[in-house]
């Protein structure tokens, strides 16, 4: 066994320190100035942040929220779904995908992801249609998800969204800032998604979420759902709703941090790169689609050796994890949803394979260096054997 490399400093898997120090002083102000006037909930800052965020990536509307879930909720409240109606999403993703589906009395139909990008298969996606067609539940929609920050194959899937007459919500929950193929995360899709969890690659420092769309009728539904369904004043309610905002003290922090969020975003490629340059031979690099870019939520591997190779990172010091060990459709509170054709190998597969690295704007060369390093020769070795 070769001997643990000494790491020079220690690694973070997403360090948010290093951003909160290059910024801390105008965070501080921002903060202070909600505290100054006191306009806690819909402060003006939140209708800045919310311009702000549709100049960055071109959509006509922005609606902020409280969290992505809430906003992959809204989305789908505004465009109607009814219970007993199905939705397609893939099972390689985060829970809150399907669980928006699900509390609004949907019913999720899983897909299959393909094994190179992670992202909806396009062929799953027929067979998908078909699965509920021969179920007897009425189609209304598509979720796709943007996995790990790359927008999914949309001239593939698109087609197929409009062919069968459905809607398409994109959940770009680790997307914003990606582009597929000169068309912003954003403006893709009938409604887009995202969230600001802290580790997102635009984060604020608890929970928050936006929607995109163009269509100014759909924003004037959901500016009304985001306030219990609010009609002409806060007194007339003329629809469900719920309590979706965003605090102004994240709007003030997001402002901030959307204010460096393109040179991030040019870091976290190039952090990409260099990953891609350094590791060794025989490990599988994340796919990117041409004419594409990635918000690089994650840098994820594919490797038959993964749990060797994750242990050996461990003994030097170099966090890693395994974003899904265990899909939806695998999942107690999701099993008994259809799945496209009856199986989903790739995620399967992936479930066994996949693990990710440190990934985030501030990663040195000397960081990524001590990083493939800490693979090792010999570990290197076990893994080409496994595949
Ligand atoms: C793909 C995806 N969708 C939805 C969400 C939900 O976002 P939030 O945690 O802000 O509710 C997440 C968050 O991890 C996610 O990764």
Redo the contacts with the bound molecule.
């Keep these: 066994m070769t001997d643990p490399i000494p790491m020079r400093r220690a690694v973070e898997f997403i360090d948010l320190g290093r951003q909160q120090r290059r910024i801390r002083d105008r965070l501080d102000a921002a903060v202070a100035r909600v505290l100054d006037h006191g306009a806690y909930i819909m402060g003006p800052e939140v209708g800045e942040l919310e311009r702000k965020l549709s100049a960055f990536c071109g959509a006509k509307h922005t609606l902020s929220c409280a ?6 909720v809204l989305a789908l409240m505004a465009k109607g779904l009814k219970p007993g109606e199905a939705v397609i999403v893939p099972s390689f ?2 829970c ?2 399907a669980e ?1 589906v699900a509390m609004l009395g949907g019913v999720p139909v899983f897909a299959d992801v393909l094994e190179d990008t992670y992202n909806m298969d396009a062929d799953s996606l027929k067979a998908a249609v078909l699965t509920a067609r021969e179920q007897g539940l009425p189609l209304a929609g598509v979720i796709t ?3 790990f920050g790359q927008p999914c194959d949309y001239d593939a899937i698109e087609p197929i969204v409009r062919e069968n007459g459905l809607w398409l919500v994109c ?4 997307a914003f800032g990606a582009v597929h193929r000169g068309r912003p995360v954003g403006t893709i899709g009938d409604l887009t ?1 995202t ?3 802290p ?2 690659p635009l984060g604020c420092y608890g ?3 936006a929607v995109f769309t163009d269509d100014d009728e759909t924003m004037a539904v959901l500016k009304s759902l985001r306030v219990h369904g609010q009609g002409s004043d806060k007194y007339d309610n003329v629809r469900i709703g719920m309590n979706g905002r965003l605090d102004t003290v994240q709007a003030a922090i997001l402002i901030e941090k959307l204010a460096i969020f393109a040179e991030e975003l040019e870091a976290r490629a190039q952090v990409a790169d260099r990953y891609d340059a350094l590791l060794p031979p025989a490990l599988a690099r994340p796919a990117l689609l041409p004419g594409c870019t990635s918000a690089w ?1 994650q840098y994820t591997l594919r490797s038959g050796a993964r749990d060797a190779l994750m242990k050996r990172l461990k003994e030097n010091g170099v966090p890693s994890a395994i974003y899904y060990a265990k899909p939806l459709h695998r999942q107690r509170a999701y099993q008994h949803y259809p799945v496209a054709g009856g199986a989903l190998p790739v995620t399967d597969r992936l479930m066994e394979t996949v693990f990710s690295l440190p990934m985030h704007p501030y990663l040195t060369d000397e960081d990524q260096r001590c990083i493939a390093d800490a693979f090792g020769a010999e570990v290197v070795a076990t893994q080409a054997a496994a595949e």
């Excluded at 959940?171 to 680790?174: S, V």
């Design positions: 969290n992505g879930t809430d906003a992959l993703t985060f809150a995908t928006a998800v943007d996995i959940d770009a929950a680790q998604t969230s600001f969890f580790a997102k929970d928050g979420g939520a």
